[in-house]
């Protein structure tokens, strides 16, 4: 049963910091790797897409990484900023549907 | 591209009675997901449909809970005899191709009294 995980939890960092968040998965026959944000009360937002043949992708000042064989996936968050701060989601697919880690609750202040 | 619209936004149900949710997809996506997040947890997967067709329902609890989404018309999940513990916010997701790409909406918060 596939199981995804992210460190850490919450994460307080002031503005203009670069951020690493982690996500890892136990099953590594993935078709590929989704991240999310999603802001209190609202719905998901579509970061980023890494299909399983990719190592990474690249929007703006986001950056996702994928290693299948480890299970591992990081999402990079440069120059970070008030506006940054929602619950980051990382979610694999596995066979016909998303299977969505815990969460990383991330607060920017100014 | 009005994206993945869910309807309505907020429902507000008593106890014993039954709730609609209802999902209709981005144009040109035939592949529906239902998703349920409890208060102060992660989304967990509920049913899987395309058109007609139910794919996957392992997440879907075994009683009062079932969904559909016909041939023509919104998907929609349906909640009979509501209890507390179904109140949630239920997220609804298309995607073109199965595995691939998921866009959610925004989601019916659901509040049982």
């Known amino acids: 049963k596939q199981e995804v995980t992210q460190i850490p939890a919450a994460l307080s960092v002031p503005e203009g910091e670069n951020l690493v968040l982690n996500c890892s998965f136990t099953?590594?026959?993935?078709?590929?790797l989704q991240w999310f944000r999603q802001d209190p009360g609202k719905g998901l937002t579509s970061l980023l897409l890494?299909?399983?043949?990719?190592r990474e992708q690249t929007s703006g000042r986001l950056n996702a990484s994928l290693d299948k064989s480890s299970g591992r996936s990081t999402l990079y968050i440069a120059a970070s900023q008030p506006g940054d701060s929602a619950t980051y989601l990382c979610a694999v697919v596995n066979t016909d549907k998303l299977i969505f880690g815990t969460g990383t609750r991330l607060q920017v202040f100014p | 591209n009005a994206g993945v619209m869910q309807n309505p936004r907020h429902l507000v149900r008593r106890r014993g009675q039954e709730a609609r949710l209802r999902c209709s997809p981005m144009?040109?996506?035939?592949?529906v997901y239902w998703y349920r997040q409890l208060p102060e947890e992660g989304l967990k997967f509920m049913v899987y449909l395309q058109k007609e067709n139910i794919i996957d329902e392992s997440g879907m609890p075994k009683e009062r809970f079932s969904a559909e989404f016909p041939k023509e018309g919104p998907s929609i999940l349906r909640i009979q005899q509501v209890v507390r513990g179904d109140s949630a916010a239920y997220f609804c997701?298309?995607?073109?191709?199965?595995?691939?790409?998921?866009?959610f909406g925004s989601g019916t918060r659901l509040t049982v009294v």
């Open positions: 997701a298309s995607s073109a191709q199965a595995d691939y790409g998921y866009t």
């Open positions: 144009k040109g996506h035939s592949h």
């Open positions: 890494i299909q399983s043949s990719q």
């Open positions: 099953d590594s026959a993935i078709y590929n």
